[in-house]
């Protein structure tokens, strides 16, 4: 995979204010933003802040494992937020990229049947997505290298 699209930090600067004014003109008010972790948490803050929306969920979904490598399907990791905590609320799901779809899936399967509606929202959205967003600041097909998750982990020197 040799084409890749580039996330920096003006891009997403650019990108969060972007998502909240689609959600704003959209007339959509979330009760709660929850961010899937780990790709959806600086979208999530970025959008949280924009919108002033100060209540903001986590729930992490294990799916990726490198470039282009994944789990066979997504799987939450604990601790999973509880069902009650998210009773009746209109949801903004958020995360970096809906590439497969599968982990939006997961989350927004999750929340149903428990919110009063759930939208999604999120940086990039690539063609074969099964879920198609509500909300996208970018449409592409490349690999995307994301201003925070390019360069290697940092380990002792």
């Known amino acids: 995979m040799s084409e890749r699209e580039t996330l920096t930090w003006d891009d997403f600067g650019r990108a969060g204010r972007a998502l909240a004014q689609q959600v704003a003109d959209d007339g959509y008010r979330p009760d709660l933003i929850l961010a899937i972790a780990r790709g959806g948490l600086l979208p999530a803050g970025a959008i949280s802040y ?7 969920h986590l729930i992490n979904v294990e799916f ?3 470039v282009d490598e994944r789990l066979d399907l997504p799987v939450m990791l604990p601790p999973v937020p509880q069902t009650v905590d998210l009773s009746g609320a209109t949801v903004l799901i958020v995360d970096d990229v809906a590439d497969t779809g599968a982990t939006l899936k997961l989350v927004r399967d999750y929340c149903a049947g428990h919110v009063a509606e759930a939208r999604c929202a999120v940086i990039y959205e690539k063609p074969h997505s099964v879920v198609k967003c509500e909300y996208v600041w970018s449409r ?18």
Request: hydrophobic residues 40%; without cysteine; neutral net charge.
């Open 50 to 56: 924009a919108l002033d929306v100060k209540n903001l």
């Open 64 to 66: 990726y494992t490198g």
């Open 140 to 157: 592409t097909d490349k690999w995307i290298n994301f201003a925070w998750s390019s360069q290697p982990s940092v380990t002792q020197a």
